[in-house]
């Protein structure tokens, strides 16, 4: 079945870095997606890394990804209160002839100061 | 450019009432969703639509009907709320989904509570 799987929640202290985990089951996504989500406000795509890649570094953001193990990361180096929202994983798999985006639970990130 | 907005922001419904919620997107885009978050769950698809005219279901469309009359409208309907639909639901629009990799743009999203 889909399922894509985090943990809740994450505290860190500002400047340190944030990693966020996910695991998803579904073999076949082609890529992998991480949202934020601010308070109050929708979702915003933040960085995406397609299936045959293992790393994408972005700035302040390296995602990680483990197709054996159907793993996922996000680190945030030196981490900002304004980092603090829920961030969400989320695979996309097809269905019929277009795809569609499985989330996970999301993971609320709060930076301490 | 806006990119995609909702009306209502919020509302309050007793059981068995009816409302319609308003999405409207101004980047042309073909493709629509509607989904419901829910504490503790990630975003569930309710329905979508792949362009003007079309609507299809998603993962939790019971007690849910939608509309995509102009293409830059997706309206979803609540017919007899139920304080199960109690939710925020959001909107999102993507260029394409028939291919691999579309980006979906979210609306701000609607808190609903139903008594």
């Known amino acids: 079945g889909e399922d894509v799987e985090q943990s809740l929640f994450l505290s860190v202290r500002e400047g340190d870095s944030s990693v966020i985990n996910c695991t998803y089951t579904?073999?076949?996504?082609?890529?992998l997606y991480w949202y934020k989500q601010e308070p109050g406000a929708g979702l915003q795509l933040l960085t995406y890394?397609?299936?045959?890649?293992d790393m994408k570094q972005d700035q302040r953001l390296t995602v990680l990804l483990n197709k054996k193990d159907k793993h996922l990361s996000l680190r945030i180096a030196d981490t900002q209160t304004g980092d603090s929202a829920i961030y969400f994983c989320a695979e996309n798999i097809g269905v019929d002839s277009s795809y569609k985006l499985i989330f996970g639970s999301g993971t609320r990130l709060l930076v301490r100061p | 450019n806006a990119g995609v907005t909702q009306t209502p922001k919020f509302r309050v419904l007793k059981t068995g009432q009816s409302m319609t919620l308003l999405c409207a997107q101004d980047?042309?885009?073909?493709?629509m969703y509607w989904y419901r978050q829910d504490p503790g769950m990630g975003l569930r698809l309710i329905h979508y639509?792949?362009?003007?005219?079309?609507?299809a279901k998603g993962e939790v469309p019971d007690g849910y009907n939608v509309s995509r009359l102009k293409k830059q409208n997706f309206l979803l309907g609540l017919e007899s709320a139920a304080p199960s639909q109690t939710s925020v639901y959001f909107c999102?629009?993507?260029?394409?989904?028939?291919?691999?990799?579309?980006?979906?743009?979210f609306g701000p999203g609607t808190r609903l509570t139903v008594t």
């Open positions: 579904d073999s076949s996504s082609t890529y």
């Open positions: 890394i397609f299936s045959n890649m």
């Open positions: 639509s792949v362009g003007e005219g079309t609507t």
């Open positions: 999102a629009s993507s260029e394409n989904s028939g291919e691999p990799y579309s980006e979906q743009y």
């Open positions: 980047m042309n885009h073909e493709y």
